[in-house]
């Protein structure tokens, strides 16, 4: 029996998904992925991750349990209205519905303007300190914003930092607010260089994800993602921090069940 890991970021709303996501699901549950989050990136793709949660409920024993996020990425943070806010505090009341997110800044695209990404930010970690379900947060080249966005956020903040790939602003913000952080299949890569940050951060914040369908790990690299590749990152990170895959799987998908009240 394979060790249970719980992939903490994926996006099986995904339309690369759509062809053969059952058999996308048994592979990962062939591979211990007890559960995987969903994360949205729109309020459409809220709607799609929740469908997808609820479908699943009852299939436990044959895939991973899915549980969703409701929330809008920075690359769409100029189509954040008040019509928007609406609705994802309609989904975030929704028990199916874990985390607020993804959400975040990326200036290195800057797909949205980053006055529109700053907004939409402060509001979604507000909206998860109200709510009391974590906040799941992207930042790319974007460290002094997130840092501070961090730091000012209200009381009761919890989430993460997904795919790590910040400075060390960032990191220290999360870790003085108590959030956990993520790491993807990057840490398989050859030029990948945070093995300072991973170092850093208490077993007790540790999480994996794949991100998928993007950023396949070594040996999938250039592929598809899917879930069941996340215990090729959960071996790596065990290979940096002189533990075992078993070690690191356990440890990560106990981080992942309390932050996310899977169970």
Not at 32 to 40: F, N
Not at 52 to 59: D, I, K, S, V
């Amino acid at each position: 029996m394979p060790p249970s890991l719980v992939d903490s970021h994926c996006h099986l709303a995904d339309p690369a998904f759509d062809a053969d996501r059952t058999e996308v699901l048994a592979r990962a549950r062939a591979a211990g992925v007890e559960a995987a989050v969903c994360v949205a990136d729109t309020v459409e793709s809220s709607g799609r991750c929740l469908e997808l949660a609820r479908t699943h409920a009852e299939t436990r024993d044959a895939s991973p349990r899915l549980a969703a996020t409701a929330g809008i990425h920075p690359h769409h943070a100029a189509d954040f209205d008040a019509r928007a806010a609406a609705a994802l505090e309609r989904l975030l009341a929704e028990p199916e519905v874990v985390a607020v997110g993804e959400t975040g800044l990326d200036y290195h695209y800057d797909h949205s303007p980053r006055e529109a990404q700053r907004e939409a930010f402060a509001w979604h970690l507000a909206a998860a300190a109200g709510s009391g379900k974590p906040v799941v947060i992207h930042s790319r080249e974007a460290d002094d914003d997130t840092a501070r966005l961090v730091r000012e956020a209200p009381a009761g903040l919890t989430g993460v930092l997904h795919c790590f790939s910040a400075g060390r602003p960032v990191l220290e913000a999360a870790l003085a607010r108590g959030l956990s952080v993520s790491w993807s299949g990057m840490v398989t890569f050859k030029r990948w260089d945070l093995a300072w940050a991973l170092a850093e951060v208490p077993d007790e914040r540790l999480l994996v994800e794949t991100d998928a369908p993007y950023l396949a790990p070594v040996p999938h690299r250039g592929g598809r993602n899917e879930p069941a590749f996340v215990a090729a990152t959960a071996a790596r990170i065990a290979e940096l921090r002189g533990s075992t895959p078993a070690a690191v799987a356990e440890l990560t998908a106990a981080n992942a069940r309390r932050l996310f009240r899977l169970g």
